[in-house]
């Protein structure tokens, strides 16, 4: 190293001090906030990466890891849910977005012949998370010069062979790249349930060892009941003098969170009314709920990051029809606001305030890195409520979660639904009845549009979002003849 080096104690961020003052990464704390459009990642089974870094804690990868296949994106197995979101967008959503591209930057893993488009100098390294390269045309730059090229990307020397977004559209709501692409089949990632390829981590020991030093100790941190339902926690060392808020600052840097630590308290086990009885019932967490009575040298004690009760809050709504950029409204939001006054509070400071109320929803969206989840919000819910609750279940899921202002579509659903893996050689009533029978197609919203005999595949149309879902989600589960069907959804390329 050629100058002295500075070092992130949040993130672990690493640069040359004198180029600091040029560098704009942000650290995972701060990533959500910086989404344009939140688009799940497209991960594929955990495999051995050599030389490569995690983008969330910036360590090497010398254990299995995650690469998502679209944009490269390297993660710890244990830090994946700390990536949010921001995944290439590579189809539009039936809306009509603009024309103009940006680069799609993403850090690190670059050659260590990497050479930066605009210095001209050695942007790569295989020592350390460093450099950016645009996913979409592949030029690099150091992380302190690509602030300075040009935003609009233009594709690079593979423009002739690129569908750009605008051309490929699929209407996904809830379907993620992984149900359009296929690319890891046997994947746990592709169920419901959003963490489940982690579920059996059993909290993260590598970073830190426990400590000898008998000054200080180790702490169990549990982010919510989700993390205790998990049984996933991380580990801190804090000395056995220091005081509640460092311990508290401590706990949520071990969870990239940035937010003040006075907003938060540690609870013990003992002190949790609100564990679910499986929890409680689970033989290795009932140890765990021994510790904040009982003091024992050897076992770390386990504590669970709490929000603090408020009465009003400031809570950021995006407007949906908005693709570019970030921009946001803020709204001071109180114990009687609802996701009705909410709305109609949002309107007027978008300048809608003349329309009607009942053209608008809001939407939560969850900018998890394998899903992004979006759900309509009850008008009548109390939004403070549901803020707490999010907080309850997870400070980190409420750090990646958004709230949508949304117009009521009144654009056609049309979701093309391949099916493959039926017999061959048949007529296209007699799939239709193969298909009514196994996966009881309601005929009035799916229409057989394609038949494929010598593969024995067919392609159905089909104009209602939860019925495609239900779908191609009972095809992955239906055998025909001994064969297993599979499902994929097909993007329109204008
Ligand atoms: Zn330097
Ligand atoms: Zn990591
Ligand atoms: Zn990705
Ligand atoms: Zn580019
Ligand atoms: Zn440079």
Redesign the pocket.
């Known amino acids: 190293a050629h100058c002295s080096y500075f070092i992130s104690t949040v993130c672990n961020f690493m640069s040359h001090e004198k180029c600091l003052k040029n560098v704009k990464i942000p650290c995972s704390c701060v990533a959500p906030s910086l989404v344009r459009v939140p688009v799940a990642h497209c991960f594929g089974p955990p495999g051995h990466y050599k030389r490569k870094f ?1 983008t ?4 090497s ?1 010398e254990s299995p890891a995650f690469r998502c296949e679209v944009c490269e994106l390297h ?2 197995t ?2 994946i849910l700390f990536a949010c979101s921001d995944c290439r967008q590579c189809h539009q959503d039936g809306h009509l977005d603009h024309d103009t591209y940006h680069h799609h930057w993403r850090e690190g893993n670059l050659s260590s012949s990497a050479r930066c488009e605009f210095c001209k100098k050695t942007c790569g390294s295989s020592e350390v998370l460093s450099g950016m390269r645009c996913e979409w045309c592949g030029i690099l730059a150091h992380a302190a010069c690509y602030v300075i090229v040009t935003p609009e990307c233009t594709f690079g020397r593979l423009r002739n062979m690129i569908l750009p977004p605008n051309c490929v559209q699929l209407f996904s709501r809830n379907f993620s790249k992984l149900h359009c692409f296929r690319i890891s089949e046997n994947m746990q990632t592709e169920s419901d349930e959003d963490d489940d390829v982690d579920g059996s981590t059993q909290g993260s020991t590598k970073d830190i060892q426990i400590s000898t030093d008998s000054s200080k100790q180790t702490l169990k941190i549990f982010d919510g009941n989700d993390a205790v339902k998990r049984n996933q926690f991380r580990l801190i060392s804090v000395p056995r003098i220091a005081k509640n808020e460092e311990v508290v600052e401590a706990a949520l840097r071990a969870y990239y969170i940035n937010d003040d630590q006075q907003e938060y308290e540690l609870q013990t086990f003992t002190q949790q009314v609100l564990l679910s009885d499986d929890v409680i019932n689970r033989n290795d967490a009932a140890e765990d709920s021994n510790l904040g009575s009982v003091f024992r040298e050897s076992v770390p004690e386990a504590w669970i990051i709490r929000a603090k009760p408020k009465d009003e809050e400031v809570i950021r709504i995006y407007p949906a029809w908005l693709k570019v950029g970030m921009a946001y409204v803020s709204l001071r939001v109180n114990k009687d606001s609802t996701v009705q006054t909410v709305i109609k509070e949002v309107l007027p400071l978008l300048g809608r305030q003349t329309e009607c109320l009942q053209n608008f929803k809001l939407v939560e969206v969850l900018m998890g890195s394998k899903q992004v989840q979006r759900m309509v919000l009850d008008n009548q819910e109390l939004i403070l409520n549901r803020l707490k609750d999010i907080r309850k279940t997870s400070i980190r899921q409420m750090n990646q979660t958004r709230f949508y202002i949304v117009e009521n579509s009144k654009s056609i659903v049309q979701v093309n639904l391949f099916v493959g893996g039926l017999p061959p050689q048949l007529s296209p009533e007699e799939y239709t009845n193969i298909l009514k029978e196994e996966l009881a197609i309601k005929t009035n919203v799916v229409s057989v549009s394609h038949v494929y005999q010598a593969q024995g595949a067919v392609v159905l149309q089909i104009s209602c979002f939860s019925e495609a879902e239900r779908i191609y989600m009972l095809v992955k589960d239906t055998v025909v003849n001994d064969k297993p069907l599979n499902a994929v959804v097909i993007p329109a390329v204008m």
């Open positions: 995690c969330v804690c910036r360590k990868l993660v710890h244990d830090c």
